[in-house]
């Protein structure tokens, strides 16, 4: 059964950082391209950051040069490290697969606060 855990979010002042984690099980982890992915009140949801399983990275345009995904395949888990956060970064952190998964599974995610 597939599960992701999502965990390090909390509050951060702004130009502070933070790294998320997380770890998934229930499918071949190695194999499968992975993204983290947010949503702020009254937002849809959006890509933040996608790695693939051989490890090509991309980014929103919005995080570019500031966030940094990886993954550790011996762990199942994949990382987001997210150095001067805005305000605007404040929200609901979530990873799932990239393109996430078609049965609509998400996490719980991990909330983000930014404070100016």
């Known amino acids: 059964q597939v599960y992701l855990a999502e965990s390090g979010g909390g509050f951060v002042r702004q130009g502070g950082s933070r790294r998320l984690s997380c770890r998934a099980e229930g499918y071949v982890f190695q194999w499968t391209n992975m993204g983290w992915y947010r949503q702020a009140p009254g937002k849809d949801r959006e890509m933040v950051a996608t790695?693939?399983?051989?490890?090509?990275?991309n980014y929103g345009d919005s995080v570019k040069g500031r966030f940094t995904i990886s993954r550790d395949n011996t762990k199942n888990t994949v990382y987001l490290q997210m150095n001067s956060l805005l305000p605007e970064d404040t929200a609901v952190y979530y990873c799932n697969k990239d393109p996430p998964f078609s049965s609509g599974y998400w996490g719980r995610g991990t909330q983000v606060t930014v404070s100016s």
């Open positions: 790695v693939a399983s051989a490890g090509a990275t």
